[in-house]
């Protein structure tokens, strides 16, 4: 397998572990020293830092255990990256790739069955957010970690009353 | 061309197919063997099988034809995969994907023309399903062919009166 | 590299170009002599052309820097694809790719912060467009450029009065 290839499947893990709200998984892709930060646009080519950034795959695993919501019932998520961009110099890759977040929500069967002429798919999907994801890694022991990770979102993040 | 990417091709033509209601196309990407099954999700990691399994290029082909609604006038979609996870060994394979399944409705160009200050593309993009393909192949006579498809749904599926 | 990843990251400047409303980088991924044509959907498997098509980088650099909305305060989009077959003959190249447009807007932070409750990334992320790039590359200089790029829109294109 290519080394762009094995980049690429580092995000598409990424993202499963994301969706899957499973820290460990999360976690094992960045080094101990990996820094992860968000940044809101706040104009047509900048972006400001949103809140500290995460050290290590110890605090993404914290923060995907106990910061991100939980899905409510019938909730599912899907994080997709798109139009990849990967430069690897030796032991040392950067990938830009886009992003955009799909939320889930599966409607629940009425006890008495599905209504006449009702067919298909039941639930909404909705994308919820964008933006790219800039990644940094490196080769350790032969496999590609994460050692910096910069995501730019699209939209500024709420924070009650901040 | 590496493997991967060929075996990546074969999910880009099936949907590709999908969306054109190409049976005759779609089916041959299939081994006469095949297994495909359909599952809806239940719960956190847990789903259960929708309705029978379709059985080879000639029961997808089947399927395409008869069983899935054709486009209404104006109408198109797009079954879209990202986040490819592909291993393969000697001839035989496994790919996970996302996806998901956009429907497109044209609006009708109006007899006396578009109205003063509409302008862009007319008509809406709604995704309307999303889930993952794990999907098994083979290598024959130097072509991969999808000898297992497991679609994972998010949502359930309506069957009039079920 | 492969030839088939050099090709699709070509398409990926070029959707971040497009995003960024940067004519001078997309326009730098065309020859001088590359036709850009629009072709909008009037049947199953029936298009017409959209206008007349551009010619070659300078066209290009033209037609996004004056003929593409800006976006307004707060908007992004995100031009993405999905889905490619890519098949190569010596210095020539064909590139087909499903592509989804987002267009995101992007919510003002009130002048005393978000309300009680409210929290998440703010504003609204809507697919626009969609459709297929039937995209045909050469290889000058040992760097893959567009020569030839069609973009079959799902949907008819407003303009006012026509």
Redesign the interface.
Known sequence: ??D??KIQ?V???Y??ATD?RDGKAQGALFTDEAVVQIHV?TG??SYEPFGEPLIGGAGVEFAVEHLM?P?PEGG?S?H???????DIEGDSARM?A?F?V?S?Q??A?PAD???????????T??????GYYETGLRRVDGEWKIVKHDIF??????????
């Open positions: 397998m290519s762009e290839r499947e995000l598409a893990r993202v499963r899957r646009k047509r080519d919501a899905h599912s899907h997709t990256t798109a139009d990849h961009i990967i830009s886009q955009v799909f889930v599966a409607a069967r069955g599905w209504p006449d002429g009702v067919f298909g798919a039941q639930g999907v909705r994308p919820i957010e964008s979102m699209d939209m500024p993040i709420a924070v009650t009353g901040a």
